[in-house]
């Protein structure tokens, strides 16, 4: 029964993006990046059958992603700078069910970045259940807008480039692809903790090149 929903939905999701195009990836990705729970997996990956197809340039599909992903990271982070811890807890409070969030996965969120600092907002993009909320924390603290950008920006880039190339080279078996996002999740949580482990130690040898 899911097995057959999940068809369902990639289908309807290629028509729709094969009918609003590199524009209607954006606005996915854009609402995928903020509030929103909008999983970018049924925006990218058929936007990677459609390359394979020849309907859709991968450049171009992996731009819209990346720009969207940009921007819904800028609305949180914006919200955050401005509004404060104070009032994004009273908004998630009162609203937080319509657009299923909670304090707990902000909490989760604001602790990752508490504990590892500006590296996660790359290394978060990376994360489910972190992904859409990391630039939160980021926009409490201030964080530097062009580390922010930068960071979000390879961390949304090779995000959009993985489920491109999922949809891409595994397009004509969605069984597989449904059934392995569990696997893909484990490999690159095991890609973030490597990359956080050169950045601390890159971290300490610069601190130690100073104190010295």
């Not at 999701?13 to 996915?28: A, D, S």
């Not at 989760?108 to 600092?117: A, E, I, L, V």
């Not at 996660?120 to 990391?134: K, P």
């Not at 956080?196 to 601190?207: A, C, D, G, Q, W």
């Amino acid at each position: 029964m899911l097995g057959e929903l999940f068809y369902q939905l990639i289908g309807d999701l290629l028509l729709i993006i094969k009918e609003l195009g590199y524009i209607g990836i954006f606005i996915g990705m854009t609402i995928e990046s903020s509030f929103f729970p909008f999983p970018s997996e049924v925006i990218l990956i058929p936007a990677g059958v459609l390359v394979a197809k020849g309907e859709m340039t991968f450049i171009l599909v992996f731009l819209a992603g990346l720009f969207g992903s940009l921007l819904g990271a800028l609305i949180n982070y914006f919200l955050a700078l401005f509004l404060g811890r104070t009032t994004i807890d009273l908004l998630i409070s009162k609203y937080g069910k319509v657009l299923f969030i909670n304090k707990k996965k902000l909490k989760k969120s604001d602790d990752y970045f508490k504990k590892h600092g500006e590296i996660t907002t790359f290394i978060g993009r990376l994360i489910i259940g972190v992904r859409q909320f990391i630039s939160v924390p980021a926009g409490f603290s201030r964080m530097n807008l062009f580390k922010f950008c930068l960071f979000t920006g390879l961390g949304a880039g090779l995000w959009a480039i993985i489920l491109i190339c999922i949809g891409y080279f595994f397009g004509n078996n969605f069984e597989w692809i449904n059934g392995n996002m569990n696997l893909i999740t484990a490999v690159l949580l095991l890609f973030s903790l490597i990359a956080i482990l050169i950045y601390l130690l890159v971290k300490k040898r610069r601190k130690s090149k100073i104190n010295y």
